[in-house]
């Protein structure tokens, strides 16, 4: 089937090494598009839990998915985040089309756009990070539960329900969290005029024109690959959401180049390239 040419894809929030983590689904996902740029918007890595070393073959393969694309002429950012903010002593680093970064400002169509993570909004995690990542653990043991509850569910016939979804999206409302995140986000991009500002972290994927007197923007968010298993698709001078449970055409695309290939076959590749453009006198790879 023909992929879908964009020219922007941004995802966040995948927590690879996770096993709330929907692999499979980012997968197809990633083979269905043929994006220009991929902005890998932070909490790509689960680096917080490294220790408890779940890593499956599926996990494995996104992460060749997008070596192959940057291999391909995707451009692709990994943008840090605070799950994998190991990450940012290797920021400015390039491999090939590959490049760590803190942050991302790109000129789109003449409109101003901020690229990041969205750690630093998030006054309750700074303040706490030692309660932030009990909560990571407590996390983990409601997802199971949620697993075994919805096992139930499927035995009667009923449909899935996402126990962790609703206490969080509960306690987002409670505390006023995710309104108060997005304005703040907002009102920082007014005030350094910029006329889009793109975040993950929160969880909640969303697209809103926020005004104030000083101005207007455009807040995005991509959402995750936990629970909304979403993205956002920069095309046609236009942003919009993208939500893999309303794709009807996704499923059926697989990547056949991913089946047989193992790390060091695109290991070897990437040498092979690195080479043959030496032998041919072209520049290395930025």
């Known amino acids: ?20 983590c929907h692999a499979d689904e980012l997968l197809t ?23 408890e070393s779940f890593f499956p073959p599926i996990h494995s393969k996104v992460l060749r998915k997008i070596i192959t694309l940057s291999m391909k002429g995707t451009e692709v950012y990994y943008i840090t985040g605070n799950h994998d903010d190991a990450m940012r002593r290797f920021s400015g680093l390039a491999l090939g089309n590959l490049k760590i970064v803190d942050k ?25 990070k ?28 009923r449909e899935k329900y996402s126990l962790s979804k609703k206490i969080r999206d509960n306690a987002h409302k409670s505390l006023k969290y995710t309104a108060n995140f997005e304005r703040s986000v907002a009102e920082v991009a007014i005030e350094n005029d910029y006329d889009y500002v793109v975040c993950g972290h929160i969880h909640q994927p969303k697209k809103i024109v926020y005004e104030t007197k000083k101005g207007a923007c455009t807040y995005l968010n991509s959402g995750d690959w936990v629970e909304n298993l979403t993205a956002l698709e920069y095309s046609l001078k236009r942003w919009k959401v993208y939500r893999y449970n309303h794709d009807k055409l996704s499923p059926f695309f697989m990547d056949e180049e ?29």
């Open 258 to 286: 991913l089946k047989n290939m193992n790390i060091q076959d695109l290991i070897d590749s990437i040498a092979d390239t690195a080479e043959q453009r030496e032998r041919e006198g072209e520049p290395p790879l930025p």
């Open 1 to 20: 089937m023909k992929k879908r040419k964009l020219d922007i894809v941004v995802i966040s929030d995948v927590h690879l090494g996770t096993q709330e």
């Open 29 to 51: 996902y990633l083979s269905s598009v043929q994006p220009k740029m991929l902005v890998l918007n932070g909490d790509i890595l689960e680096v917080q839990r490294h220790k």
């Open 104 to 128: 991302l400002v790109l000129n789109l169509n003449g409109k101003k756009t901020w690229f990041f993570h969205g750690d630093i909004f998030d006054i309750s995690m700074k303040n706490t």
């Open 130 to 157: 030692w309660l932030t990542k009990l909560g990571g653990y407590g996390y983990v043991l409601l997802f199971a539960a949620n697993k075994t509850f919805n096992w139930s569910l499927k035995k009667i016939g």
